[in-house]
C-alpha cells in the first residue's frame, strides 16, 4: 500500500482520482441513438485521451482501483493503468444514471430531456430520458462512495467511472447535491482530485477537499469546450431531424 498521509492536525488524508471515460459515441452515423449505450466502446478519440492520460499519471501512486464495469470505464481503465499491478474492481453502483430502455430512441423533448436536462436534477421525480430518478441515482453513488471509504486497504484510489457518476460524486463532495448535474462539466477521459480527511480516533470524515476538476490534456483550458456532451448530443439529432 502506498505511504500515508497526514494533514497537519494528525488527521488521515486520502487521495482520489476521480476519472471519465474517454470519448464514445452514443449517436450512429444516422443520427440517431445507438440501440443500446450501456456497450458503446471507447471510438478513436477516446483511446487516444486514455493513451495521453496514461503519460501524464504514469508516475502517480494508486493502490487500489476500480470502475463501473461498463466497457467504456473498463477500457479507460486498463489503458491508464496499463503495466501496473494492481486490480482493477468492479463497482457496478458507480454505473452511469439509466435512461428508460424504450425511450433511448426517441420520443423526448431535445432541449428540456437531453440538452439541459441535468439543470433539472433536483426538480421532484426528475429521470433522466424517462428512466432513472436522479435522487435515487444520486443515493446510490453516494452510497458507493461511502462504502469505499468505509474500506481499509488503500491511501490512493482511481475510480473510473462516467460524467454523471462524476457529477454526483463531486455534488457529495461539495455539499451542491443534485445541483452538481448542471453546474460541473466532466469531458471525455477529465481527471478531478480529492482529498478525504478522516478523524485520528476512527474513520469519520472530517474533511473533503477539492484539489482539482476536469482536467483534460487534449483542450485543458476549454478553448473548445463550449458545450457539455448532452448539450452538444441534441444539436446532433436537430441536425438530423432537420435534413431528414
Same mark, same amino acid.
Given at each position: 500500500?502506498?505511504?500515508? #498521509?497526514?494533514?497537519?492536525?494528525?488527521? #488521515? #488524508?486520502?487521495? +482520489?482520482?476521480l476519472f471519465r471515460h474517454g470519448s464514445v459515441d452514443y449517436v450512429d452515423r444516422n443520427g440517431g441513438w445507438v440501440a443500446d449505450p450501456e456497450i458503446v466502446e471507447l471510438n478513436e478519440k477516446g483511446r487516444a485521451q486514455a493513451s495521453a492520460m496514461a503519460g501524464m499519471f504514469r508516475d502517480i501512486a494508486v493502490d487500489r482501483a476500480v470502475c463501473s464495469g461498463l466497457v467504456r470505464t473498463r477500457q479507460t481503465g486498463e489503458t491508464i493503468l496499463a503495466g501496473r499491478r494492481i486490480e482493477l474492481e468492479v463497482i457496478s453502483d458507480l454505473e452511469e444514471i439509466r435512461p428508460a430502455k424504450e425511450e433511448v430512441a426517441g420520443g423526448q423533448d431535445v432541449f428540456a430531456d437531453v440538452a439541459f436536462s441535468h439543470w433539472r436534477a433536483s426538480d421532484d421525480d426528475a429521470r433522466f430520458l424517462g428512466g432513472e430518478r436522479y435522487s435515487d441515482f444520486y443515493a446510490r453513488v453516494v452510497g458507493a462512495m461511502e462504502s469505499l471509504?468505509?474500506?481499509?486497504?488503500?491511501?490512493?484510489?482511481?475510480?473510473?467511472?462516467?460524467?454523471?457518476?462524476?457529477?454526483?460524486?463531486l455534488g457529495w463532495v461539495t455539499g451542491l447535491g443534485l445541483?452538481?448535474?448542471? +453546474?460541473?462539466?466532466?469531458q471525455t477521459c477529465c481527471l478531478n482530485i480529492v482529498d478525504f480527511d478522516t478523524a485520528v480516533d476512527g474513520g469519520e470524515v472530517v474533511r473533503k477537499t477539492v484539489r482539482a476538476v476536469n482536467i483534460t490534456l487534449d483542450d485543458p483550458l476549454k478553448r473548445d469546450r463550449h458545450a457539455g456532451d448532452m448539450e452538444i448530443l441534441a444539436g446532433r439529432l436537430i441536425k438530423t431531424r432537420s435534413n431528414g
Open positions: 500500500m502506498t505511504s500515508e #498521509r497526514k494533514a497537519l492536525d494528525g488527521a #488521515r #488524508r486520502r487521495r +482520489l482520482y471509504l468505509s474500506s481499509e486497504g488503500w491511501n490512493h484510489l482511481a475510480i473510473f467511472a462516467h460524467g454523471g457518476t462524476n457529477a454526483a460524486v445541483a452538481a448535474f448542471g +453546474l460541473l462539466d466532466q
